[in-house]
């Protein structure tokens, strides 16, 4: 049985599923990697040299040194895998999130402390809410 | 026998474990947050459990794509605190019940749930966040832990109603142990928080609040939700809140048609880092 389409209906969101991890596992477990300090210093010393020990595809090389996070889950990424690039780089899971969503961190850290991003208009692609385009659009 | 007494909901946000670490829980930002958990500690001293059944994920810590179990119990002796890339939480190692998680195991895959049974793992921030919260900063654990992972990372993750059904059956097999014990079972993250892409940032209190309303006096009307309204209404991470079932699933009046459980503490506050923080303590009728 495949996955309810509406999962593809939500803005501004890509579910991580079988499809998503067949497309990003090399991506994902190159990420996972990184949970070594010898790795993390490797990938340091050259990213492209470390990258290209690794099974994939070119767009996903550019996405990892360009920190295109979004991009990098358009082509399989998944957060928690993708959080070790921030941890490498000595970024927050705050800042990550808030770098997804075309925001400075201090905005992003503001609306986060008036509440959060509504979910008034978020809901289906198509409503009128501030999550609805993608962040090159914006 | 082995009685479960409580059950105990929770958040288990990263930052919050770092806060906790650097010493920042009096900060005017984290000092709400924190003060939600100050209950618990006059509490367990009247509640001391000798065993904790806690239901958790792993965030790409120990299960990489290699292995995504889709339900797992730790039935190991202990378990370290992981190295998540900024290195490992400086809290204790946690110490597992090895004959009691076997007899779980035991009796739940016989009521046809197939779990995955791992001896060797290291526990992430989605377990020892909620232990700190709770104990706050100790030099051991007060009890025993059993730690139970659920995918709820690559879709499709267990329904509701699954996650549910499979906290019937633990609350079954606990209460046939033989040994005499008090045993706790926690359920851990959310709130509603999503940490991807441009709708990054998302929380809903209004769902968040029916959720915690709807898992106290409905559970069973609460697990036909389906994962679909859990991602578009609580954020793609907000997922997690299937796992609270499990821990509710164990509870007297779904195990056995037994009295509704008193709530003994109810918090909710918003944010921390990228989510919203939501604690209960449900206590089964003496």
């Known amino acids: ?138 | 026998m082995a009685r479960i007494t409580a059950s105990l909901y929770t958040s288990h946000i990263p930052a919050v474990g770092a806060a906790f670490d650097l010493g920042k829980t009096k900060e005017d930002y984290w000092k709400p947050v924190f003060g939600g958990y100050d209950f618990d500690k006059q509490w367990m001293k009247t509640h001391k459990p000798d065993v904790i059944f806690a239901v958790y994920n792993d965030h790409a810590t120990a299960f990489s794509l290699a292995m995504i179990p889709t339900f797992a119990i730790m039935t190991g002796p202990e378990f370290n605190p992981a190295d998540e890339g900024y290195g490992a939480r400086p809290v204790p190692t946690v110490i597992g019940d090895p004959e009691l998680a076997s007899h779980i195991a035991s009796e739940v895959i016989q009521q046809d749930f197939d779990l995955t049974m791992v001896n060797e793992i290291d526990v992430d921030h989605g377990l020892t966040v909620p232990l700190s919260c709770v104990f706050g900063e100790v030099e051991a654990w007060p009890c025993k832990i059993i730690p139970f992972a659920v995918n709820v990372v690559q879709h499709p993750v267990p329904s509701g109603a699954r996650c549910l059904a499979l906290g019937r059956a633990i609350g079954k097999a606990i209460m046939s142990y033989p040994e005499d014990i008090n045993v706790h079972i926690w359920g851990t993250g959310g709130m509603s928080h999503q940490l991807q892409g441009p709708r990054a940032g998302l929380i809903n209190k209004e769902w968040d609040n029916k959720f915690l309303d709807r898992l106290i006096d409905d559970p069973m009307g609460l697990a036909k939700t389906p994962n679909i309204e859990y991602v578009r209404e609580a954020g793609s991470e907000g997922i997690e809140l299937v796992m609270w079932l499990v821990a509710r699933g164990a509870m007297a009046d779904v195990v056995a048609g037994g009295s509704k459980p008193k709530v003994a503490h109810r918090f909710y506050h918003v944010p921390a880092s990228n989510t919203a923080v939501g604690h209960l303590i449900l206590e089964n009728a003496a």
Request: proline letters at 1%.
């Open chain 1, 1 to 138: 049985m495949a996955l309810d389409k509406e999962f593809t209906q939500i803005p501004g969101t890509t579910v991580f599923d079988a499809d998503q991890s067949r497309k990003g596992y090399w991506l994902n477990q190159f990420c996972m990697s990184l949970m070594k300090a010898d790795n993390r210093a490797r990938f340091k010393a050259d990213e492209r040299l470390y990258l290209d020990e690794w099974k994939m595809t070119e767009e996903q090389k550019q996405a990892v040194l360009a920190r295109d996070l979004n991009r990098c889950i358009e082509l399989g990424g998944n957060i928690y895998f993708l959080a070790k690039i921030g941890a490498t780089d000595g970024r927050s899971f705050q800042q990550m999130a808030g770098g997804m969503t075309g925001m400075t961190e201090q905005e992003y850290r503001d609306m986060m402390i008036r509440g959060g991003r509504t979910i008034e208009g978020n809901r289906r692609i198509g409503e009128h809410g501030d999550a609805q385009r993608p962040r090159k659009d914006v």
